[in-house]
């Protein structure tokens, strides 16, 4: 195709996840059926691709420099951190830094009861956490990790024809193509108000079912007509409920999406971490509007305070800038309270 863009993706990992390897190329080609049609071509690279009789310079020196014509570059790990991943890793930030390309996203996934994480692991996270502030993207399924890749590949991608993710019953949606069910996302399924609008939901479709097949057998029955209206009502009342939240759940993990690979504080990684495991009330109640604002107050003050370290202040000070940007979103999905709470909650957070 002419004008064709290419986005060039590199994938690292150990040998231990061949498995979510497979599973994402396989993505990839479905998004290539979907991108294609508006000028995109997604080239996925991984260490497989590559010739093993390759000989004329060190094996790791050809993917790194792969590593550095990539518009994208996804970390996996599991159990370990190779040491040829965590060299790509450093290589990937190296250059993005001087060039402002690959975005760098690192995905864990879980551990199983049965399983242990070696040590190389622990380095990392502990230097991803500590010294780095980079917050990585967890994932114990297909689905969680399907969504996780589409929502950072969005924004990368700019087309303006094509049409975005979009939720639709509890179906996560591109270009009206499915690629992820939020019923096995844990942001949504470990969700109480998720699950219970859910149950809700269901018992009112057996109701409606019910008085439909009564009302069936006597259209004169005045009392099952009655019934049946009001299974209905209720039905229409609660689906609607039910989608406003999965849009309100949605709209919160394509915010954290776009911190992936980004230093964020201590108190945003926490409410977070929450969310992506379905505790939305809990997350929002660790986003303290109050503990933001003074330390954006102390923040504003060493900015003004200390010239000579401007931007490591300006950069703290939109640390909690960014915070209070996910209150609004996390206070509107908090189920446990009211929704002038919520609004109150959302619209004290705009307003610092």
């Not at 470990?190 to 439909?212: C, S």
């Not at 409410?271 to 933001?292: P, V, Y």
Request: net charge negative; aromatic share 10%; glycine share 2%.
């Amino acid at each position: 195709m002419p004008n064709e863009r290419i986005i060039k993706i590199f994938m690292a990992s150990s040998d231990e996840l061949e498995v979510d390897r497979a599973k994402l190329g396989n993505l990839v080609r479905h998004l290539n059926d979907i991108y294609r049609k508006y000028g995109i071509y997604i080239e996925l690279f991984q260490w497989e691709d590559f010739d093993a009789s390759y000989g004329c310079k060190r094996k790791q020196e050809e993917y790194n420099e792969i590593v550095r014509e990539s518009d994208m570059f996804l970390a996996f790990f599991h159990k370990k951190a190779g040491e040829f991943t965590i060299e790509e890793f450093d290589i990937a930030l190296e250059h993005f830094s001087e060039a402002a390309k690959p975005k760098v996203y690192t995905y864990m996934r879980d551990l199983e009861q049965t399983e242990k994480e070696e040590d190389s692991l622990k380095a990392f996270k502990e230097r991803l956490y500590k010294d780095m502030g980079h917050y990585w993207c967890r994932y114990g399924n297909t689905d969680t990790m399907k969504l996780h890749f589409v929502m950072q590949f969005q924004l990368l991608e700019t087309n303006k024809h094509l049409n975005k993710l979009e939720v639709k019953e509890s179906k996560v949606l591109l270009d009206n193509q499915p690629i992820a069910d939020l019923n096995n996302v844990p942001f949504a399924a470990n969700n109480d108000a998720f699950i219970k609008l859910n149950k809700q939901k269901a018992k009112l479709e057996e109701r409606v079912t019910k008085y439909r097949a009564k009302y069936a057998k006597n259209t004169k029955d005045i009392e099952v007509r009655e019934e049946l209206s009001e299974a209905i009502q209720k039905l229409e009342e609660v689906t609607k409920e039910l989608e406003q939240h999965e849009k309100f759940l949605f709209d919160i993990a394509k915010t954290i999406t776009q911190q992936a690979g980004k230093r964020c504080s201590e108190r945003m990684q926490k409410a977070m971490e929450l969310f992506e495991q379905g505790k939305a009330s809990e997350a929002n109640g660790i986003l303290n509007t109050e503990d933001i604002n003074r330390d954006k107050s102390i923040n504003l003050q060493r900015w003004e305070q200390a010239k000579e370290q401007e931007k490591a202040s300006r950069e703290t000070l939109l640390l909690n800038i960014e915070e209070l940007l996910l209150k609004t979103k996390t206070a509107m999905s908090d189920e446990s309270l009211t929704m002038r709470d919520r609004l109150n909650q959302a619209c004290n957070a705009l307003k610092n």
